[in-house]
């Protein structure tokens, strides 16, 4: 089993900035990665960002990329997700993921454990 806390969620107005957390425990198993979904209401869930262990590859989503930062501190075991640039669009409940690396035309982590989500909200 693999717990997944996440923090850092919040509300911001367009352009500012916000730090996800994302702290997992348990059996933490080698060659995982982790990742960064969201769903807005009425909006299908999205994959937002992906990290291999060790950080030494990372995956993101087409609408995020280069305003997002996905990281991971090992020692800590945690993954953080630097957002800046936000966009009102970015407003959702943001969940952090644990699970299974696997290349599909890109890197993908399919998820085998979710966090409880963290509501960003961002305004105009």
């Known amino acids: 089993q693999v717990q997944l806390v996440e923090s850092g969620g919040g509300s911001v107005e367009a352009g500012g900035s916000l730090r996800l957390s994302c702290a997992a425990s348990?059996?933490?198993?080698?060659?995982?990665?982790m990742g960064w979904f969201r769903q807005a209401p009425g909006k299908e869930r999205e994959g937002v960002a992906v990290?291999?262990?060790?950080?030494?590859?990372?995956y993101y989503a087409d609408s995020v990329k280069g305003r997002f930062t996905i990281s991971k501190d090992n020692a800590k075991n945690t993954v953080y997700l630097q957002m800046t640039s936000l966009k009102p669009e970015d407003s959702a409940i943001y969940y952090c993921?644990?699970?299974?690396?696997?290349?599909?035309?890109?890197?993908?982590?399919?998820?085998?454990?979710w966090g409880q989500g963290t509501q960003v909200t961002v305004s105009p």
């Open positions: 990290i291999v262990a060790g950080g030494g590859a990372t």
């Open positions: 348990g059996y933490i198993w080698s060659g995982n990665c």
């Open positions: 993921t644990f699970g299974r690396p696997w290349y599909g035309g890109q890197l993908n982590c399919a998820p085998n454990y």
